[in-house]
């Protein structure tokens, strides 16, 4: 009877994952049928520029709209746009290039097309998904003259239905609440693994699949340095130019002792090679100190500050840099978010009652 059940469970969501994903294409069709004309006045707008597009190249997903993908397709349609050494854009220069519009957040409006920015601040990394709450909305909404703004965009699609509507996901990630005296943090490294007595599927639901969290402070000549890398579990995989790598996100930052604020600010992806990962994710930042098979990996730059970085707004960025992880707030608060405790204590006085 159990089996039987079980059966008809599995055959029900084979049946509903296939519906789901023929009202999918159905939806795409009749989407890029009603946006035919703009296909057609965009691809007319890239022949101009030397380029030719098919209709392949032009994909509907639910969460953006009408996308156009080709190959640096961003700096044909703006050849002014001069990535800097690591890859990033001047904020200041593409708000002058660009417009920016209110619950667009992640979107730079031009005449007939949109800049999106960079992929991996998307959900799970894919550039199918919506932005990761809640950091690109505090980034494009963050303005301070005495901050230099840079950021990456995503240079191999933009979106080409100019409009306001958006894909709204209902979701809400806090940030850490309070300051903290950076001068008194002392040197050295840690490291922050979910609860070990927790099961698997509850670690991938509530910690959003993190495996751990390390961090390293280091002083030299009157500046403290911070480092973090948050690794996932080896489920979260991408592939990048036809190789699969573990992401690992990571945040570097420069603090100025004397003047009391981060000079410097940045965040990246770190692409971990099976090995590299295995090897590294149990260890930590003096990992290449201690071991004679030096990492160093595959890395991608997706922000960054420099000027005068106020010790809120760095802890602000970095825990929603880190969305999803209740890692960085027991980091920077000592304790789990409260319906993470709740939850913990909940499912740990279950257990002691069957005696588990």
Do not use: C
């Amino acid at each position: 009877m159990h089996w039987k059940l079980h059966k008809n469970n599995m055959n029900f969501m084979e049946d509903y994952k296939k519906k789901y994903f023929e009202n999918l294409l159905a939806e795409e069709k009749q989407q890029l049928s009603e946006n035919s004309e703009k296909i057609v006045d965009f691809k007319k707008h890239l022949l101009k520029k030397g380029i030719e597009l098919k209709d392949e190249n032009f994909k509907y997903f639910q969460t953006i709209g009408i996308v156009a993908e080709y190959p640096n397709i961003l700096s044909h349609l703006v050849p002014e746009l001069i990535n800097d050494k690591e890859g990033l854009l001047e904020f200041s220069i593409l708000n002058k290039i660009f417009e920016k519009k209110r619950f667009a957040n992640g979107y730079l409006y031009a005449e007939n097309f949109m800049a999106m920015a960079h992929q991996y601040f998307r959900r799970g990394f894919y550039h199918t998904n919506n932005f990761t709450p809640r950091f690109i909305e505090l980034y494009w909404e963050f303005q301070n003259p005495e901050i230099d703004q840079y950021i990456a965009l995503d240079l191999n699609r933009v979106r080409i239905n100019v409009d306001n509507s958006m894909y709204m996901e209902l979701d809400t990630w806090y940030g850490a609440q309070f300051d903290n005296d950076i001068s008194k943090i002392n040197d050295g490294v840690s490291k922050l693994r979910p609860p070990l007595d927790i099961e698997t599927f509850l670690i991938s639901f509530f910690f959003k699949d993190a495996y751990s969290l390390d961090t390293k402070w280091a002083t030299k000549n009157g500046i403290k340095s911070f480092q973090a890398e948050e690794f996932k579990t080896e489920e979260i995989k991408i592939i990048k130019d036809g190789i699969e790598y573990f992401p690992v996100r990571y945040i570097h930052a420069e603090y100025d002792l004397d003047k009391g604020y981060f000079r410097h600010f940045d965040g990246a992806i770190h692409f971990y090679t099976a090995n590299e990962y295995y090897s590294r994710r149990d260890s930590d930042f003096n990992y290449n100190v201690k071991n004679g098979n030096h990492i160093k990996t595959l890395s991608q730059k997706l922000f960054k500050m420099n000027g005068k970085v106020s010790i809120e707004n760095w802890i602000n960025f970095t825990s929603h840099f880190f969305s999803g992880n209740p890692l960085i707030l027991e980091y920077f608060e000592g304790q789990y978010p409260k319906h993470i405790q709740e939850m913990l204590e909940k499912i740990r006085t279950e257990n002691n009652n069957k005696g588990l």
